[in-house]
C-alpha cells in the first residue's frame, strides 16, 4: 500500500510540474509590465499616417494566416535561397510573426519591442523546461531561459557578399537595390542535448559558389511566401523602405539552449543578444496580397 501511495504522489508531482512547465512557455508575458492598447493603437496610427501614400511597399511582420492586402506596390521576388549569397543570420525574442504553431500572443510588451510578438503554443517536458543556470546571450541584459520562444532570421542578398554583423554585411557598394530574402524559422528553447543544435543550424558552408545555411530544416510545414519589408521596433511608427522577399515556415523547431549559448559567444555575425520585435502589421493598406 505504501508503495501504491508513493506512486500516485509522484505521479501527481510529475503532473504538477508538467503543467508548471507548460505555464512557464507564457512566463514572459506574465511576469513583465506591459504598455496599455492606447499606447500600440497610437503607434499603429502613426505607422498608417508616415506610411500610406508616402510610397513605401508593403511591411512586415505579418499574420502568415491571414491572405488579405491592398498593398499593390510590387517588386521583383528575389531568387531561391540557394541562388542567393547568406549574408546574416539573427534572432528576435518571441516570434514577430503570428501563424502557424506561434499564434498565443505574448502581450504589449514595453511598447518599445521587448516583451512583445508571439509565443510557441505547445508543450515541453519538464526536463526540457529546466531553467540553464549560465547566462545565456545576455549582451544587452536579458538572458534567455528554456522555454523561449525565438524567430531566427535567415537574410539572403543578390549582392556579391559575404556573411557579416547587421543588415549591412547584405549591402554592397556595387549593388544599389539589392534583391533580399528572409527564410524565417521559429525556434522554442528547450533544455535539451538531445535536440537541435543551433551552432549545426546556423552553420555556413558554400553551395555551388555562394554562402548557405544548408542545415534549415525542411520539414517545418509548407513556407508561407509574400512581399514585405524588414522588421523591428524601430519601425512600429514609421515604414521601412528595405524591400524583402519572405518566407516562413509554419512549424517551431526545437533546439537545444545550450548550443544558442555557445553560438552567441561565438559567430561571424557578432550576435549576442535577442533583438525586439516589430508589432504585428495589420492594416491591410501596409500589407501584400499573399497567393496573387
Same mark, same amino acid.
Given at each position: 500500500?505504501?508503495?501504491?501511495?508513493?506512486?500516485?504522489?509522484?505521479?501527481?508531482?510529475?503532473?504538477?510540474?508538467?503543467?508548471?512547465?507548460?505555464?512557464?512557455?507564457?512566463? /514572459? +508575458?506574465?511576469?513583465? @509590465?506591459? &504598455?496599455?492598447?492606447? $499606447?500600440?493603437?497610437?503607434?499603429?496610427? =502613426? #505607422?498608417?499616417?508616415?506610411?500610406?501614400?508616402?510610397?513605401?511597399?508593403?511591411?512586415?511582420?505579418?499574420?502568415?494566416?491571414?491572405?488579405?492586402?491592398?498593398?499593390?506596390?510590387?517588386?521583383?521576388?528575389?531568387?531561391?535561397?540557394?541562388?542567393?549569397?547568406?549574408?546574416?543570420?539573427?534572432?528576435?525574442?518571441?516570434?514577430?510573426?503570428?501563424?502557424?504553431?506561434?499564434?498565443?500572443?505574448?502581450?504589449?510588451?514595453?511598447?518599445?519591442?521587448?516583451?512583445?510578438?508571439?509565443?510557441?503554443?505547445?508543450?515541453? /517536458? +519538464?526536463?526540457?523546461? @529546466?531553467? &540553464?543556470?549560465?547566462? $545565456?546571450?545576455?549582451?544587452?541584459?536579458? =538572458? #534567455?531561459?528554456?522555454?523561449?520562444?525565438?524567430?531566427?532570421?535567415?537574410?539572403?542578398?543578390?549582392?556579391?557578399?559575404?556573411?557579416?554583423?547587421?543588415?549591412?554585411?547584405?549591402?554592397?557598394?556595387?549593388?544599389?537595390?539589392?534583391?533580399?530574402?528572409?527564410?524565417?524559422?521559429?525556434?522554442?528553447?528547450?533544455?535539451?542535448?538531445?535536440?537541435?543544435?543551433?551552432?549545426?543550424?546556423?552553420?555556413?558552408?558554400?553551395?555551388?559558389?555562394?554562402?548557405?545555411?544548408?542545415?534549415?530544416?525542411?520539414?517545418?510545414?509548407?513556407?508561407?511566401?509574400?512581399?514585405?519589408?524588414?522588421?523591428?521596433?524601430?519601425?512600429?511608427?514609421?515604414?521601412?523602405?528595405?524591400?524583402?522577399?519572405?518566407?516562413?515556415?509554419?512549424?517551431?523547431?526545437?533546439?537545444?539552449?545550450?548550443?544558442?549559448?555557445?553560438?552567441?559567444?561565438?559567430?561571424?555575425?557578432?550576435?549576442?543578444?535577442?533583438?525586439?520585435?516589430?508589432?504585428?502589421?495589420?492594416?491591410?493598406?501596409?500589407?501584400?496580397?499573399?497567393?496573387?
Amino acid at each position: 500500500m505504501k508503495d501504491i501511495n508513493m506512486k500516485r504522489s509522484t505521479s501527481k508531482k510529475s503532473a504538477i510540474t508538467i503543467a508548471l512547465s507548460t505555464v512557464f512557455l507564457f512566463a /514572459s +508575458a506574465v511576469n513583465a @509590465k506591459s &504598455v496599455a492598447d492606447s $499606447v500600440v493603437s497610437e503607434q499603429r496610427a =502613426a #505607422l498608417e499616417k508616415n506610411t500610406v501614400n508616402q510610397g513605401f511597399g508593403p511591411q512586415s511582420p505579418r499574420d502568415i494566416s491571414q491572405n488579405y492586402g491592398t498593398n499593390l506596390r510590387r517588386f521583383g521576388t528575389a531568387p531561391n535561397h540557394n541562388e542567393l549569397n547568406l549574408c546574416n543570420i539573427h534572432f528576435h525574442k518571441n516570434a514577430e510573426h503570428k501563424g502557424g504553431d506561434f499564434t498565443s500572443y505574448a502581450g504589449n510588451g514595453d511598447g518599445k519591442g521587448k516583451n512583445t510578438g508571439f509565443l510557441y503554443n505547445g508543450k515541453l /517536458s +519538464a526536463a526540457q523546461m @529546466k531553467p &540553464v543556470s549560465s547566462q $545565456v546571450c545576455a549582451a544587452k541584459g536579458d =538572458a #534567455l531561459q528554456s522555454g523561449d520562444t525565438l524567430e531566427v532570421h535567415f537574410v539572403y542578398s543578390t549582392a556579391n557578399v559575404a556573411p557579416g554583423p547587421t543588415l549591412g554585411a547584405c549591402l554592397a557598394e556595387s549593388t544599389m537595390n539589392p534583391g533580399l530574402r528572409v527564410e524565417g524559422q521559429v525556434i522554442v528553447l528547450a533544455n535539451d542535448e538531445n535536440a537541435m543544435n543551433f551552432g549545426k543550424l546556423a552553420e555556413v558552408t558554400e553551395v555551388n559558389g555562394y554562402y548557405q545555411a544548408p542545415n534549415v530544416p525542411t520539414n517545418m510545414g509548407v513556407p508561407i511566401q509574400y512581399l514585405g519589408s524588414t522588421t523591428g521596433p524601430s519601425y512600429n511608427e514609421k515604414a521601412s523602405p528595405l524591400q524583402v522577399s519572405w518566407s516562413v515556415r509554419p512549424q517551431v523547431a526545437v533546439v537545444d539552449i545550450n548550443s544558442i549559448r555557445e553560438w552567441c559567444n561565438d559567430n561571424v555575425f557578432k550576435e549576442d543578444h535577442a533583438h525586439g520585435v516589430r508589432n504585428l502589421v495589420q492594416n491591410p493598406k501596409l500589407l501584400s496580397p499573399i497567393g496573387n
